[in-house]
């Protein structure tokens, strides 16, 4: 049971209760499907950037250890939290889709309800799983196929519209680290071969939102799920929790034996892939960030680079091109780094250069461009 006053958690003291949960501190010896289920899936809008994740957070991370997993369809790409593309353990994905299925059809009202002129999506989800019996698809052919029942109306509607209700997959090549290709979807409970979850556990969710972004917050929680309505959640969950406030003096929870190490244990330097979740997870986003470099990262579409962390903060973004016989890692700084740092952050740079080459043996470069002051 909490104390009648909860302690009092500062930034640092949270910045590493957060990067200790994430593998960000020490790199553990850990096989994919373990760390993936721990860190309840990577975001993954692009192919490459969940090897990113790993590679940063894991010993002796192989690639190859996920293109397997992918391929044998024990961790699968599929829209989840956020109503964003994951990478999550099979699994996980029959509990996380159900539980984010409202978020989905949401996004679906909001984006595409005019463009359906009043036809009943259900009808349309439910004619796109008749299709995708006979096969997985592109999102752009299962559009034109739909097209043929409903020529009225926009292809890309129709597409998106399966997309929103129905549980659908990407399978491989799409995600692989050797090859990759367009998005061909499946669903969920074909690609398995298992159905979805009929009643999952929005608690056991939450508990391991806590184990792996913690101590958080009911509002950071709902940044993290894109649920509403966790605050009953955290309710029925408050005795078996342990609660702290922050500076700010807002409630934050947390599992009784999370670790919260020391607020001034030493920081190494990090790269974090595009579109980490430890960017995206709370609503609260201090711990790792200013409110200036939280406003600069999220360009106009949507996008979030690759960041580079020092002291447990946000310091800049990374850029890797491997397509030329030189492999550059180009490092932006949002200020002024140390000659310490550049060169710390050098030495990490040529690590995550050889992992992106396969091993190659280079010539590798980091280049420092201008950045702010």
């Known amino acids: 049971m909490s104390p009648a006053h909860p302690a009092r958690l500062t930034r640092p003291a949270l910045t590493r209760a957060l990067l200790a949960r994430q593998f960000l501190i020490e790199r553990p010896r850990m096989p994919v499907r373990e760390a993936v289920e721990h860190l309840v899936g990577i975001q993954a809008q692009a192919p490459k950037p969940p090897y990113f994740a790993l590679w940063t957070r894991l010993a002796d991370f192989d690639p190859r250890e996920l293109s397997r997993q992918l391929e044998d369809r024990e961790l699968v790409r599929i829209s989840v939290m956020r109503g964003t593309v994951h990478l999550v353990s099979d699994s996980d994905a029959v509990q996380l889709r159900p539980l984010t299925q409202r978020i989905h059809e949401s996004a679906l009202r909001t984006s595409y309800g005019k463009a359906l002129d009043g036809e009943d999506p259900g009808r349309i989800a439910e004619a796109a799983r008749r299709l995708l019996a006979a096969g997985p698809c592109t999102g752009t052919e299962l559009g034109v196929l739909l097209q043929e029942r409903w020529p009225h109306l926009e292809a890309r509607a129709l597409s998106m519209t399966a997309r929103y209700l129905l549980p659908l997959v990407q399978v491989p090549p799409r995600g692989l680290w050797d090859r990759s290709g367009r998005p061909v979807l499946d669903t969920l409970e074909s690609w398995l071969d298992r159905p979805l979850t009929p009643e999952p556990c929005v608690e056991t969710m ?168």
């Open 206 to 373: 939450v508990l391991r939102y806590l184990g792996a972004f913690g101590p958080a917050s009911v509002r950071d929680a709902q940044a993290w799920s894109g649920l509403t309505r966790l605050k009953e959640v955290l309710e029925r969950l408050r005795p078996q929790l342990r609660v702290f406030t922050d500076e700010e003096g807002r409630e934050l929870y947390d599992l009784p034996e999370a670790p919260r190490p020391d607020p001034e244990l030493p920081l190494p330097a990090r790269f974090l892939a595009e579109y980490d979740n430890v960017i995206l997870s709370h609503a609260d986003r201090s711990r790792l960030l200013d409110e200036a470099v939280r406003r600069s990262l999220a360009t106009k579409n949507g996008q979030v680079p690759g960041t580079f962390l020092l002291d447990g903060r946000v310091r800049g973004s990374w850029k890797a091109d491997t397509r030329r016989k030189t492999a550059t890692l180009t490092l932006t700084p949002f200020g002024r780094l140390t000659d310490d740092e550049e060169r710390t952050l050098a030495e990490e740079g040529e690590r995550l250069l050889a992992f992106a080459t396969d091993g190659g043996p280079g010539p590798h470069t980091v280049e420092f461009a201008a950045g702010g002051e």
